[in-house]
Structure formats: structure tokens, C-alpha cells
T-cell receptor
Framework: SQQGEEDPQALSIQEGENATMNCSYK?????LQWYRQNSGRGLVHLIL?????REKHSGRLRVTLDTSKKSSSLLITASRAADTASYFCATDPRMDSSYKLIFGSGTRLLVRP | DAGVIQSPRHEVTEMGQEVTLRCKPI?????LFWYRQTMMRGLELLIYFNNNVPIDDSGMPEDRFSAKMPNASFSTLKIQPSEPRDSAVYFC??????????????FGPGTRLTVL
């Protein structure tokens, strides 16, 4: 079963606009990660936020984490056509000696030139 | 480093045939993961290894699937016999788990499997 669910499933914006994607999960976590997947490619890690962190920045990316609501958001500012991809959140559930990630269903982002 | 290497990139086979997918993780990584991605089910973890030992194979769909990791630089995922519903993209990923829990996973380019 999927731990994380992204919202929206698909998002279409104009180049230069900001894109916000949300992720909700079910169980307590050690950390939450966001990955990007370009069409026909493998996933690429974007950013990791630990359960004791509330916000993290990396370039044009901003991630927030609210453990009380079991949710996270990924903000991409000043989007570019090259940002067109699917974005997945992945959670690391708090389990005994388990190091697996559980991926959500993803948000398909289209940035129109 | 060349990253995670998977072969073949594409595989087309007929129902009932044996399929073997191969993965070379990033040197020095101690965890290796096999995933399957389909439109219907998304990205599913099939099995993962730590220091070449299988830790959790609860995601392996059925006995037709098996995975091995004979050494730190090589893993295989085998499907025997293959069925059309096995058609999917199979990803291998590796990770170096540091203190504090799960770390970044590095994905290979995937193997697109089509079973006719």
C-alpha cells in the first residue's frame, strides 16, 4: 500500500509561475524525500527533510514538513520548461531496522513555455 | 562514478519465457533496492538487500519472481515464467545508509519489460 499520496495528480502552469505540490502520509516517519522523474528515466533525488525539521531550501526548491498533519509540500519557484516531470514524495516509516522508502503516486507537472 | 547501471534497457519476450534483469549498484553503497513501476500501481518496492543479504522481499508478487545479490557489485531479478501482467519498468536503486536513518537512493535508468 502507498504511504504517500500527492496532490494534485497533475498540474499545468506557465513558465515563470510557482508550482506547489502536496504530499500526505499515514505513519510516523524518520524523514521525507522528494524525487523527480523525467519521462522514460529513473528517479532523481531532489531534497530530504528530517522529521525534526520544518522547512528546507535548495535553490528554487522549498520543502515544508508538518508532522502533526502528516503532510509535506514542495514549492518550485520561477518554474522553467525543464521542470516538466513527475514529482514523488517518499517516506521512511519508523520501523525496526527498516531502511526502505515508500513512494507516493506522484504529481505530473507540465510547465508551458 | 557511472551511477547505477541496469541491463538490458529494453526487453521484449513472450509469455512463459525466463527474463533476467541485471543491476550494478554504485560502488561502496550497502543497500540495493528493486522496484517495479506501472501506470496502475505506481512505484512498488519488490525487494531490498543490505550487504548482499535480502532483508525484505514482501513486495515480490509471487514465486515466479526471485532476486539474488551474489556480491556487492551485482544483482539480478529473475522472472520465470514471465506473464503479460509483468510488463512494467523495473528500477534498481542503491543507497549508502548513514547514521540517522534512510539516505538518498540513486536510481538506475530502468529496464522496460514487455511480455507478449
Amino acid at each position: 500500500s502507498q504511504q504517500g499520496e500527492e496532490d494534485p495528480q497533475a498540474l499545468s502552469i506557465q513558465e515563470g509561475e510557482n508550482a506547489t505540490m502536496n504530499c500526505s502520509y499515514k505513519t510516523s516517519i524518520n524523514n521525507l524525500q522528494w524525487y523527480r522523474q523525467n519521462s522514460g528515466r529513473g528517479l532523481v533525488h531532489l531534497i530530504l527533510i528530517r522529521s525534526n525539521e520544518r522547512e528546507k531550501h535548495s535553490g528554487r526548491l522549498r520543502v515544508t514538513l508538518d508532522t502533526s498533519k502528516k503532510s509535506s509540500s514542495l514549492l518550485i519557484t520561477a518554474s522553467r520548461a525543464a521542470d516538466t516531470a513527475s514529482y514523488f514524495c517518499a517516506t521512511d516509516p519508523r520501523m525496526d531496522s527498516s531502511y526502505k522508502l515508500i513512494f507516493g503516486s506522484g504529481t505530473r507537472l507540465l510547465v508551458r513555455p | 562514478d557511472a551511477g547505477v547501471i541496469q541491463s538490458p534497457r529494453h526487453e521484449v519476450t513472450e509469455m512463459g519465457q525466463e527474463v533476467t534483469l541485471r543491476c550494478k549498484p554504485i560502488s561502496g553503497h550497502d543497500y540495493l533496492f528493486w522496484y517495479r513501476q506501472t501506470m496502475m500501481r505506481g512505484l512498488e518496492l519488490l525487494i531490498y538487500f543490505n550487504n548482499n543479504v535480502p532483508i525484505d522481499d514482501s513486495g515480490m508478487p509471487e514465486d515466479r519472481f526471485s532476486a539474488k545479490m551474489p556480491n556487492a557489485s551485482f544483482s539480478t531479478l529473475k522472472i520465470q515464467p514471465s506473464e503479460p501482467r509483468d510488463s512494467a519498468v523495473y528500477f534498481c536503486a542503491s543507497s549508502l545508509v548513514r547514521q540517522g536513518g534512510t539516505d538518498t537512493q540513486y536510481f538506475g535508468p530502468g529496464t522496460r519489460l514487455t511480455v507478449l
